[in-house]
């Protein structure tokens, strides 16, 4: 493992406003004009981060632990870029593969083999690569002869199996991971498990949501434990798991 930070948050913080600027459109705003002042006037501000300092070594794999709203997701979509912070400073480094909604881009009247080509050009790879790794990818997904099968046709578990196997065949140097190991039954999620274990020992740079804290506890370096916004604790994982269970329990 490398000591040159791949993420790097410095004094982060979003925000977003609960309510919105301007109901009912223009017009509304128009004919209404002093109440939709009043009503923006009104608004309240919501830090789903609040001012976040962290660093992730290369090679390392960081979990990030908290109850629902702490601002997990929230630090993962600033890692892979699809929000913008408030204030402060996000940096990354290398190819970031994010695992935060599997199967999105699939198209339902495609079929499996059809959306594996297509969301795997989506995530930055070309034609041939996909192309080159699509009987892999299908292998890993298990789903047998559905893969011919029109994705309308799919249970949800079957999208997030597919979806999980052409992301992990990206070779990304940064994987950000939000509660992915929850697909499928127990079998193919030890599948999954394996395959975060051999990204740890092929160096990539992993950053990890979840609530099992028993698999935070095997794939992580470092856990980091979020809640309202700031991080109550960061270090060794079993310190900071078995502090954040006692908070659990006397809750």
Not at 22 to 50: E, T
Not at 208 to 234: N, P, Y
């Amino acid at each position: 493992m490398s000591d040159s930070p791949v993420i790097r948050f410095h004094h982060v913080t979003k925000q977003y406003f609960v309510d919105s600027p301007v109901s009912g459109g223009f017009k509304n705003l128009v004919l209404h004009l002093p109440s939709q002042i009043r009503a923006m006037r009104g608004r309240r501000p919501f830090r789903a981060l609040d001012d976040v300092s962290l660093e992730v070594k290369r090679g390392e794999c960081l979990s990030v632990i908290g109850p629902n709203g702490a601002g997990k997701s929230t630090m993962l979509g600033l890692i892979a870029g699809v929000l913008k912070a408030s204030s402060g400073t996000v940096e990354t480094q290398g190819r970031i593969c994010p695992l935060l909604e599997l199967g999105a881009g699939f198209h339902s009247e495609l079929n499996g083999r059809e959306n594996i080509v297509l969301n795997g050009i989506l995530l930055g790879l070309t034609r041939r690569e996909v192309n080159e790794r699509v009987e892999e990818i299908i292998a890993f997904s298990e789903l047998g002869a559905f893969i011919d099968a029109p994705l309308r046709t799919y249970s949800t578990g079957m999208v997030s199996r597919l979806g999980f196997s052409v992301a992990v065949h990206l070779n990304p140097s940064v994987l950000v991971v939000d509660e992915a190991l929850a697909v499928g039954d127990e079998a193919f999620q030890q599948k999954c498990l394996h395959r975060m274990q051999q990204f740890r020992q092929r160096g990539t740079t992993m950053v990890f949501v979840s609530h099992a804290m028993h698999t935070v506890a095997q794939v992580s370096d470092r856990v980091a434990w979020l809640e309202g916004g700031r991080i109550v604790e960061l270090g060794d994982p079993a310190h900071v798991i078995n502090n954040y269970r006692s908070r659990v329990l006397a809750a």
